[in-house]
């Protein structure tokens, strides 16, 4: 029994170290939406475009419908603006996230609780032209749960049975710490067309990681530059372009792609927006969209064009959006232009 124990704590350990040494060199979660998400890929965007509350959702699952153990990520975030000015054109932004990642059925989960502000201030006249400065502050706890394990004591003749207790269970800390990401962007807006242009970068303060034993390690910082460009038609409809380009360490991830928004005149949606990116070396997704005066929902379905699809029989990878924006009891409501930044 004992050897058994020494053994199980051997297979534990290096398993642990494996996982995290693989996260060292792996990026952050991200999403194939990410504009659904501004505080995950831009401090600067917290309250931009918000008019008095804004809501945000996003839900991914990674990897599902087969023998592979499920990629799970979400995040929710709530943010607040706040005028600064008589005329509204520069603003204060609060916003609260919280952010969760979890594999292999929830073995290793990552969990972030964010507070951040920006400043979006206008730079003429006309309010045409917008800067904007942001930071947050993280919480980031990282877990692994020892009972996701499976070990030959729990297996019978009945086969795999969880229920039956290991025998010599081992305990693994958690790790926790804090880190500072901070972000800036530029955008101008007009009446036929604009763009936008930002970066930011996350784990600015280096925070330690730890893993099984009290080993520690340096997380790389993450550097994110995102663009977008829109045209506005004849027809009321709206061409729209979008882009992000992050970079963590050794890797790095360059996302493109178009989405053509539909005026629809009905009372309860304002458009149709239709879209196709593309994750070079990882994977190519189309995107649809419903959006009202108030909210849009987004879908998204990656298709994996990299090596990975011949490695697993289950690469599917399917991703939910929701944003919402609101008025308190004592504001008055009024017409949202934007909704989202693509």
Request: proline share 3%.
């Amino acid at each position: 029994m004992e050897k058994y124990s020494i053994y199980k704590k051997i297979v534990i350990t290096a398993t642990v170290v494996i996982a995290f040494m693989s996260g060292i060199k792996a990026q952050d979660p991200h999403f194939s939406q990410y504009f659904s998400s501004p505080m995950t890929i831009n401090p600067s965007l917290i309250g931009k475009d918000v008019e008095d509350w804004r809501l945000t959702s996003t839900l991914r699952r990674q990897w599902w419908g087969g023998t592979v153990a499920p990629y799970n990520t979400y995040t929710a975030s709530i943010e607040k603006r706040i005028a600064m000015s008589s005329t509204g054109d520069n603003q204060l932004g609060i916003g609260m996230m919280a952010f969760s990642d979890e594999s292999n059925n929830g073995l290793l989960k990552d969990t972030y609780l964010s507070l951040g502000a920006a400043y979006n201030m206008t730079l003429d006249g006309t309010g045409q032209h917008h800067l904007g400065a942001g930071l947050t502050a993280n919480y980031a706890g990282r877990l692994v749960d020892p009972s996701k394990f499976e070990f030959q004591s729990q297996f019978g003749s009945m086969g795999f049975q969880r229920s039956v207790p290991s025998n010599d269970p081992v305990t693994i800390q958690s790790n926790h710490y804090l880190e500072v990401n901070a972000g800036l962007n530029y955008s101008y807006d007009s009446k036929k067309w604009g763009f936008n242009l930002g970066a930011a970068v996350f784990h600015a303060s280096r925070p330690k990681g730890g893993v099984y034993l009290n080993s520690t390690y340096t997380i790389d910082a993450r550097y994110s530059i995102q663009g977008g460009l829109y045209f506005n038609l004849a027809n009321k409809n709206q061409i729209l372009l979008s882009e992000i380009s992050e970079m963590q360490g050794q890797n790095s991830i360059h996302s493109v792609g178009m989405v053509y928004k539909i005026s629809v005149k009905d009372k309860t949606l304002r458009s149709l927006n239709v879209g196709l990116w593309e994750r070079f070396g990882d994977a190519t997704y189309p995107y649809i969209g419903l959006e009202s005066e108030r909210w849009i929902a987004g879908l998204t379905y990656d298709v994996v064009t990299s090596g990975v699809k011949t490695t697993s029989n289950s690469v599917q990878s399917m991703e939910l959006s929701f944003a919402w924006q609101f008025f308190s009891a004592k504001h008055q409501p009024k017409p949202v232009k934007r909704i989202i930044q693509y």
